[in-house]
């Protein structure tokens, strides 16, 4: 650290050069995160200072992040459900098997179900939480195969994961069946929509996914990736408005007495973001924005069809891969761990960009 500070100029035109290093998003084709909608930035610079790890701080703030929550609630067909927001897909999942795992304290070695496309947010978890994964095979379009599913279950499984919007596939597993497998079992079913919960409700011929089915216990979605919030809003949604409660703490010297968060110090910034975003465009809004996102995967689908690059796999949502060798610099794409190429259709990728895209990748193969 400096001994004397320098001038507030000094700083932020370091800070500039620095800022253009980063990828312009101009040829980002491989992320789920995305440019911020206006409404979310100005509402993060409007919250900039709120904790939401200190709620009777802030009680105003902690307000919305109750409406947020019941805002995806409703989109996913049961307002009285309940959850938080956290900062992301990982940490919606890992608190999801937390909540598993105290359901079942009386499991000496407990294992989870989830597909083998699962983010690598289980990994982390498993290795936190002391669980085995129990990975289950896909079928040929990249989706989890119930049966096989169903099978890996025994008296030590905790919880089964279905995945609604694949990270590297833009699958959707069949959470139906799987939700019904659950239910027989008697296993809490967490299903990850972390890209999905903002795509899947808004397609022409929405797939079922979400709490209308009764075997669905909780889900996990991100409004800092298709609800254009700014980073870091996740959320993570239970049926049982009660259950987080089942991982209270004690927080003696804050304003709440107890805690299920698994971040103390939260930030109100980003989670205001994802609600005015929702209530600026409403359903009709992320409708336009979702069916957008779909035409372009299929224009670009097609394009790279054309030049003989054939698709993985029709995705179920607005992630496209290719059997691909290559692509032309400085687009910034993506491989899957079986090595195709992946794109990701986000808000910010515009059809002009996809036609850029189509125009370098058309010479290359020529
Ligand atoms: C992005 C993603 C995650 C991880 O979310 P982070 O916000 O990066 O923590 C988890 N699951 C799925 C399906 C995802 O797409």
Redesign the pocket.
Known sequence: MLNKGCSEEEIFTFFSQKKREDMDHDYILSS?CTIPHPVAVRAHCMFMETNLGDPGLFLGTASLEQLLIERLATLFHLPTAGGYAT?????S?IQALRLAKVSKQEVVYPNIVVPESA?F?FRKACDLLSLEMRPVPLDRNFRMDAEKAAEQIDKNTICLVG?A???EYGMVDPIADLAKIADAQDVLFHV?????GMVIPFLNNPIPFDFALPGVSTI?V?P??MGMSTI?A?CLITRDPDLLHSLNIDTPYLSVKQEYTLAGTRPGAPVVGALAVLDYLGKEGMRAVVSGCMKNTDRLIAGMELFGIPRAVTPDVNVATFTCRGIPEPWKVSWTRQGHLRIVCMPHVHLDRIEAFLKDTGEMYA
Not at 192 to 196: K, L, M, Q, V
């Open positions: 789920m900062s992301g897909g990982t940490e999942n983010h947010s995945i919007g694949t990270t990850d929509a972390a890209f999905g996990a991100d800092h990736k870091p996740g």
